[in-house]
């Protein structure tokens, strides 16, 4: 089945040390997105890729940083977690279409812990 | 400023009655409103979604109104089930054509039926 994949599920680190979670996509879509969520809290978009174009929210830290180096993976990385980092991490990715709604499909996600 | 705003509290409700939950936005004109569902350390799976000149949509036991005017979506489940129990997040649709669209989220309701 196409589907968007999360890896790893559960990842915990400690204060101050880097940290990379991964998202892969079969479904071939040209968008794919990060959102984190706090307990109890809206999914808060961080940024997403439209192909090869990045586009990054306003208020998203700079502690955060993404990669997409083909259609299929993306990668989020945290330089410098710090404990209110804590989160789960979704990845999505929606066909991104000139015209119509775009439905997310989103990955598992991936529950940080900082230590 | 710009809100998204759901019912706060869960919302309880016994078998085989109709839940309904309420999405309210201000200062965001969506071309487009998704509901979501969200299960405990999951990510969330797109439902229904409904355009800004559609009134109501209908899927099986799921029912979406969108009244632009209020600002506002209700959602409904008729005849629900103990396996309807979960987090409903509204979406909304900031898609107004082009490459770049974003979907921004409510915190979401908790829904539990009891059996």
């Known amino acids: 089945d196409a589907m968007v994949i999360q890896n790893p599920r559960y990842q915990v680190t400690q204060f101050g040390k880097p940290v990379t979670l991964s998202c892969s996509q079969t479904l071939n879509h040209n968008v794919m997105y990060w959102y984190q969520q706090k307990s109890s809290q809206a999914p808060k978009l961080l940024f997403h890729y439209y192909d090869k174009d990045f586009n990054n929210e306003a208020d998203t830290p700079d502690n955060f940083q993404s990669r997409r180096p083909n259609t299929s993976f993306c990668f989020l990385d945290i330089r410098s977690p710090g404990l209110g980092d804590a989160a789960m991490y979704l990845c999505?990715?929606?066909?991104?279409?000139?015209?119509?709604?775009?439905?997310?499909?989103f990955g598992a996600g991936s529950r940080l812990t900082v230590l | 400023s710009q809100k998204i705003e759901q019912n706060s509290e869960a919302l309880n409700i016994q078998e085989g009655k109709t839940a309904t939950l309420t999405c309210n936005y201000t200062n965001y004109s969506p071309a487009y409103l998704q509901w979501y569902r969200q299960d405990p350390g999951r990510g969330p799976v797109f439902l229904l979604l409904?355009?800004?000149?559609?009134k109501e949509k209908r899927k099986e036991r799921l029912k979406v109104t969108f009244d632009t005017t209020l600002k506002q979506s209700l959602f409904h489940i008729t005849a629900s089930q103990p396996a309807d129990s979960a987090t409903y997040l509204c979406a909304l649709d900031l898609y107004y054509g082009g490459a770049t669209n974003k979907l921004i989220f409510g915190t979401g309701t908790l829904l539990a039926v009891q059996p």
């Open positions: 409904i355009r800004e000149n559609e």
């Open positions: 999505a990715t929606s066909r991104g279409l000139t015209s119509g709604a775009n439905v997310l499909t």
